[in-house]
């Protein structure tokens, strides 16, 4: 199983970027998927959270300015950022529970490696 995040960039305070991450391999099914984000010198920390039925959670500081979505035929999640401000500089990371096998009664976590947003003052 992999994940690929794809999106990130150099934006001017105020933008808008969104990014996507894909889940392939061996996949049987997808559960919860989320961004995470880590900031130089800090911890990695939840941005966003999407079940398979679509219900989110969101970090209380990011609320009205990210939004988490997810396209299942696809096994895509896609994490749009609006008025970026400088703090959200970060590395954001993109993970997925994921069941890879209809005979496993069990899934795993998968990260992907990571897409780097700069927002510039």
């Known amino acids: 199983v992999q994940l690929q995040a794809s999106g990130g960039g150099l934006v001017q305070a105020g933008g808008s970027l969104r990014l996507s991450c894909a889940v392939s391999?061996?996949?049987?099914?997808?559960?919860?998927m989320g961004w995470y984000r880590q900031a130089p010198g800090k911890q990695r920390e939840l941005v966003a959270g999407i079940t398979s039925g679509g219900s989110t959670n969101y970090a209380d500081s990011l609320k009205g300015r990210f939004i988490i979505s997810r396209d299942n035929a696809k096994n895509t999640v896609y994490l749009q950022m609006n008025s970026l401000k400088p703090e959200d500089t970060a590395v954001y990371y993109c993970?997925?529970?994921?069941?890879?096998?209809?005979?496993?009664?069990?899934?795993?976590?998968?990260w992907g490696q990571g897409t780097l947003v700069t927002v510039s003052s």
């Open positions: 993970n997925a529970d994921v069941v890879a096998s209809r005979w496993l009664g069990y899934q795993s976590t998968y």
């Open positions: 391999g061996s996949v049987f099914r997808v559960n919860g």
